[in-house]
Nanobody
Framework: QVQLVESGGGLVQPGGSLRLSCAAS????????LGWYRQAPGNQRELVAD???????NYAESVKGRFTISRDDATDTVYLQMNSLKPEDTAVYYC????????????WGQGTQVTVSS
């Protein structure tokens, strides 16, 4: 079992920045991938960015150049630095921890709201 606790969401004006954090705890010794997904009202949940223990990083096209994912394996924490935020970034952001295959473990946080509005 893995527990994921997110923090850092809130209301920000367009062009502003936010930093999301997600702390993982539990029985898995080394989490393969830690990442962030988001879901806006009426939309499907989509990948924002993820980072594997091997060093691979993957970003959605819509956030490339604006968002940066980083992870601290010593504390099993993953961060999402979001800059130049746009209204279309408004969504609930979810932290995810998963294994290397579709049959591996797959855990989700409770979600944190990010609202970009003037």
């Amino acid at each position: 079992q893995v527990q994921l606790v997110e923090s850092g969401g809130g209301l920000v004006q367009p062009g502003g920045s936010l930093r999301l954090s997600c702390a993982a705890s539990g029985s898995i010794f080394s989490i393969y991938a830690l990442g962030w997904y988001r879901q806006a009202p009426g939309n499907q949940r989509e990948l924002v960015a993820d980072s594997t223990s091997g060093g691979s990083v993957n970003y959605a096209e819509s956030v490339k150049g604006r968002f940066t994912i980083s992870r601290d394996d010593a504390t099993d924490t993953v961060y999402l630095q979001m800059n130049s935020l746009k209204p279309e970034d408004t969504a609930v952001y979810y932290c995810n921890a998963r294994g290397p295959t579709s049959k591996s473990y797959d855990y989700w946080g409770q979600g944190t709201q990010v609202t970009v509005s003037s």
